[in-house]
């Protein structure tokens, strides 16, 4: 069976324009920040792909492990005809669930959202060709603006995996969880991955990791803004740091200037002293009672709750009620 045409809710032109307001809010604001989400052009795509696989990086094995572990209990839990999933990438991790769900004999059809035409694109067709009976329909759009995009009908289970919760702060993760919930049908299933609240000394070491991967993966956001936005940062002039909030319990990678800098970028003349910050991502880490509360207050209730043997990573398995 072939991959169907993409549902397109977010265009070229709207990638680029959420690229202009996000970097004009935020170079004016202090203190300066930008939002993750511009890291993934196609190099910045590689180098998180490069992440994963570095030692320090656990929380992509982690995960794996839980879902290796437990997909089998969760296609048995679920019974789901569709299984969507937010922010799908390349769905590797998400043909564990395939498979699953497969053997038990429901699923029908997998509805992968991301904001990235090619990449999708790529991910369908290689879904659709490696799963022949399983209809794959494919949706380019946002998950903080298009759930109500998604598909009604059938059992459905929903995965957002990867830990991507984190990157939102806690009023955006609210926001986002009850705007789940009112795209679901009481019954319907969310499956959610969080990274857990650890020793900063392992937390740490997984956003600033000896070979400078996520230092050039953190930089790359400044030549994402040089190509699309004709600005003139100097990635080098910047340092990459790591840190690990304890109040908040998240942790912040920014960028930090060498030397004072003047940079223009749209209509705005931006400067930066020697050792100013600049935040390109927040990584909130969770514990047990805090997930199932965020859930709980969005209308889901937490079914199950899996970790991986080091107690890193949780995977949480909730229905909406």
Known sequence: MTAEPLEIYLEERDLAEGLRHDVRRGLTDRPRWLPPKWFYDARGSELFEEITRLPEYYPTRAERSVLAARADEIAA????????ELGSGSSAKTRLLLDAL??????GTFVPLDV??????QSTARLAADYPGLRVRGIVGDFTRHLDRLPAGGRRLVAFLGGTIGNLGPDER????????AALEPGDWFLIGTDLVKDPAVLVPAYDDAAGVTAEFNRNVLRVLNRELGADFDPDGFDHVACWDADREWIE?????RRPMRVTVLDLTVDFAQGEDLRTEISAKFRRSGIE??????????RRYWTDEGDRFAVTLAQAV
Do not use: N, P, Q, Y
Not at 77 to 84: D, E, P, R, Y
Not at 102 to 107: A, F, K, V, Y
Not at 116 to 121: D, E, G, I, K, M
Not at 253 to 257: S, V
């Open 293 to 302: 509360a965020e859930l709980r207050a969005a209308g889901f209730a937490a």
């Open 116 to 121: 990235s035409v090619s990449a999708l694109r």
């Open 77 to 84: 839990v679920t019974g789901a005809k569709t299984l969507i």
């Open 253 to 257: 990678m920014r960028l930090r200037a």
């Open 174 to 181: 609210d926001a986002f969880l009850r705007a789940m919930r």
């Open 102 to 107: 497969g053997r038990h004999g429901d699923l």
